[in-house]
């Protein structure tokens, strides 16, 4: 059984190989997450690298805002999978030193990650209670 610590970090690598599909950070994550789940095998990191270009491919074909959203959290949770299952067959002392290789992707796809700003402008509205009565502007700003 695995200790929370290291089920976090497989939930960050999941999420930070969706998030880094269609990036500037794909390629380094892409190989990085390849290397360390193919284990110095060249035939286990080949089928790695074609796993995670169709985690590419089918985050890329999701349709709608709720499909794609739907693929992202289907597609991180099978990586998030994949990497608890790598740190359950590695010895203790293994486990934290791919843990660090895989906090360090972690890193590189979030400082790498495309800018989400919000801006809201209640200037023009009235607060009654916990409510916002009135208008305002609300500017919303995606970059993918």
Known sequence: MLVEGLIAVAAAGGGAIVQAAGTDAWAGIRSGVA?????GEAGREQAELERLDQTRAELESA?????????????????????????EQLPEDEQ???????QALVRQAQSQAPVQNTHINFS???FT????L????????INR
């Open 134 to 141: 009135g208008s305002g502007t609300q500017n919303n700003t």
């Open 63 to 87: 349709g709608d805002r709720a499909e794609s959203e739907r693929a992202q959290t289907v597609l991180a949770t099978r990586w998030q999978t994949r990497l608890e299952m790598l740190f």
């Open 129 to 132: 209670d916990s409510q916002v």
């Open 124 to 126: 023009n509205a009235t």
């Open 96 to 102: 934290q030193q791919v843990a660090a290789e895989l």
């Open 35 to 39: 290397r360390i789940l193919g284990r």
